[in-house]
């Protein structure tokens, strides 16, 4: 069965204090994985796709990294306005487009 | 360039209600993914879209249904509503079914509670 397993559940950094969250998955043929952000009240917002292991992807703070069995989500020197919860997210190989996310990780992050 | 826009932003409903949310995707995509998020988990897939068929489909009763109209906007339809039905239902869109370089783009949801 794919699933997608995050951890932690809730992070809580100090300004400046850098980080990961992990993302374990199990699908059958890995067709793409992705994250995502997501605010309070709001839609999830895409941050990056990632295809194939050894491959990495950043934007601002944010560094995404894949292995064959896991993805890291790296933030370095985080500020307050990184708060949010992030989910990873897997698309099969034998599906038409549908994503299976994980429960996400609440990354809080004080000044 | 307008995202995805979903109505109504919140709604309360009893159980036994029927129920029928909306959704016009970003500009430029042609299919509509419906998820249902409950508090503290991530998006469960109900549905997807595209050229105004169901596509695929996850492990959702037939009480939840939809459909895909010309413009590409899209309707869920939820029947018999259950308590449990309450969740954050987004709406997504695409650029071409399973297209390999196109990611899902969520609208902000509609916050369905059943009483």
């Known amino acids: 069965e794919d699933q997608v397993t995050q951890s932690p559940e809730a992070l809580r950094l100090q300004e400046g204090e850098s980080s990961s969250l992990n993302c374990s998955y199990t699908v059958s043929g890995l067709r793409g994985l992705f994250w995502y952000r997501q605010d309070p009240g709001k839609g999830p917002e895409f941050l990056f796709t990632l295809y194939s292991a050894g491959e990495e992807k950043e934007k601002e703070r944010l560094k995404a990294t894949l292995t064959k069995k896991e993805s890291f989500l790296h933030i370095t020197a985080p500020k307050p306005e990184d708060s949010a919860t992030y989910l990873c997210?897997?698309?099969?190989?034998?599906?038409?487009?549908?994503?299976?996310f994980g429960k996400g990780t609440k990354l809080s992050v004080k000044p | 360039d307008a995202g995805v826009t979903q109505s109504p932003t919140h709604l309360i409903k009893t159980r036994g209600q029927q129920v029928t949310l909306r959704c016009s995707p970003k500009?430029?995509?042609?299919?509509v993914s419906w998820y249902q998020q409950a508090l503290g988990q991530g998006p469960q897939f109900i549905f997807q879209y595209y050229e105004e068929e169901e596509r695929q489909r996850g492990n959702f009763p037939d009480r939840f249904s939809g459909h895909q109209f010309p413009n590409y906007s899209s309707e869920l339809n939820v029947n018999a509503l259950l308590l449990g039905d309450s969740a954050l239902y987004l709406c997504?869109?695409?650029?071409?079914?399973?297209?390999?370089?196109?990611?899902?783009?969520f609208g902000n949801g509609t916050r369905l509670t059943v009483t």
């Open positions: 997504a869109s695409s650029l071409r079914q399973g297209a390999y370089n196109s990611p899902l783009h």
């Open positions: 997210a897997v698309q099969a190989g034998g599906s038409q487009g549908n994503l299976i």
């Open positions: 500009s430029g995509h042609d299919t």
